[in-house]
C-alpha cells in the first residue's frame, strides 16, 4: 500500500490498516485522526504535521520517521510501539500513553509532553531540549544519556517516583539540567584520582553514594518467557539478555542504569571479555559508568557464558 491508496481509504471512511507495509512513505500534513496503524511498519516515513490525534499505534514502527510537528495527542494504544531514532520536533504529546515506548535516540525537542504518560518509557540518548514535560510521568524511565536542557519538568513525576520541582534561584539561570541533577543523581558522585591506575573501559574507580540501596542479584541469561537459558554458544547474545534483565529489576526498584554504583561481570572464559564489555558499554558510557569488576570463573550456574549483578541507590 502506498501513500495515495492509504488516503483514498481514509477519506472513505476507513480506519483500520493492520500489519500495512508503508515504509518510507510520505503522509506529510496528512488528516489521519482516529487512525488503527496496529503492526503497520512506517519506518523512514514522512509524517511532518500529520494529525495523528487519538491514533492506535499497537506494535507500529516508526523508526526513523520524522513526525516533526505531529499531532500525536491521546493516543489510544501504543504498547510495543518503537520509535528510536525518529524525529518528533515540536510535536503535540499531550496527555499520551506512551508507557514502555522505545523513544532511544528520538529527537523531541521541544515537544508537548505535558501530562503524558512515560512510565518505563526508554529515553537513553534521547534529545528533549526545550521540551514541556510539565507533570508527565515518568516513573521507572530510562534518562540515561538524555538532553534535558532547557526543559520544563515542573510538577513531573521522575524515575525514582519524586515530583519534580524547580529551585527557583536555577531557573533563573535558566540551567534546568542541573536542577534535574539534583534531583535525581544527588546522592551519585564519581570518584577518580591520578594516585590509582585510570579506567581502561567503561567503568570508574569508584562511586560516591548515598540514599536507598539495591542489590540486584547476579543475572544469567535467561529469557523470562521460555524460562530457560537462551543463546548457549553465544556470549553477545546472552550478554544483551543479562543486561535486560537487570533492567527489568531495576525498573521494577524503581531505578535504571543511571543509579548503577557498582557491577560486577564474572564470565566462564576470560577471552570473552572483548565481546561482553562492547555490549555493556552501549548500557554504561565511560564518563558515568560504575565502578566495575571482572573476573573468570570455573564454572557458572546452568553453564552460561556470563553473569552480571550490580548495586544501585536510589533516594
Known sequence: MDAEELLENYAMGHRHFLGENLRGVDLKGANLRDIDLTEVDL????????????????????????????????LVDT?????????????DLRAANLQGVNLKKACLQSVNLDTADLQAV???????????????????????????????LTGAIMPDGEVYQPIASEVKVGNQEVSLEKVISMTREIINTDKAPAPVGPYNQAIAASGKFIFVAGQIAIDPRLGDVVYTDDVVKQTEQVIANLEAILIAAGATFQNVV??????ASLKDFAAVNAVYAKYFP?????????????????????????IAVIQ
Open 43 to 74: 519506518t523512514g516515513a514522512d509524517l511532518n504535521d500529520a494529525n495523528l490525534s487519538n491514533a492506535t499505534l499497537r506494535r507500529t514502527d516508526l523508526t526513523r520517521a520524522s513526525l516533526t510537528g505531529a499531532n500525536l495527542s491521546g
Open 79 to 91: 504498547s510495543y510501539l518503537n520509535l528510536s531514532g525518529a524525529d518528533l520536533s515540536g510535536a
Open 122 to 152: 526508554d529515553l537513553r540518548r534521547a534529545n528533549l531540549k526545550g521540551a514541556s514535560l510539565r507533570r508527565a510521568d515518568l516513573t521507572g524511565a530510562n534518562i540515561y544519556g538524555a538532553n534535558l536542557e532547557d526543559a520544563d
Open 262 to 267: 557498582k557491577t560486577t561481570v564474572f564470565l
Open 286 to 310: 565511560e564518563d558515568t559508568a560504575p565502578a566495575r569488576a571482572c573476573v573468570e570463573v570455573s564454572r557458572l550456574p546452568k553453564d552460561v557464558l556470563v553473569e552480571i549483578d550490580c
